[in-house]
């Protein structure tokens, strides 16, 4: 059984930084792809930041120079660095777990950014 656990969330105010984790455990290989997603009240689930095994990133527009992605691949965790954070960054953030036959999703923790 496979396992994706995410720790870091929490309430700041606009301009503060968070730092999330995600740790995969269980019949997981460290070859898949790792990411972040966010889903706030009302709105569709949305792409935060991708990386791969390799180290390429993507990250979704309103992120960019804000968040930093990053993974260590022998513990096959994810991170997330948010910096400069905006209450429209206030949502539920998921880690995502892409391998060649499943995807697998963590619980999701809240970040709320308000003043």
């Known amino acids: 059984q496979v396992q994706l656990v995410e720790s870091g969330g929490g309430s700041v105010q606009p301009g503060g930084s968070l730092r999330l984790s995600c740790a995969a455990s269980?019949?997981?290989?460290?070859?898949?792809?790792m990411g972040w997603y966010r889903q706030a009240p009302g709105k569709q689930r949305e792409l935060v930041a991708l990386i791969t095994r390799g180290g390429d990133t993507n990250y979704a527009d309103s992120v960019k120079g804000r968040f930093t992605i990053s993974r260590d691949n022998a513990k096959i965790t994810v991170y997330l660095e948010m910096n400069s954070l905006k209450p429209e960054d206030t949502a539920v953030h998921f880690c995502?777990?892409?391998?060649?036959?499943?995807?697998?999703w963590g619980q999701g923790t809240q970040v709320t950014v308000s003043s």
């Open positions: 269980g019949s997981i290989s460290s070859f898949g792809d």
């Open positions: 995502n777990y892409r391998g060649l036959r499943n995807t697998y």
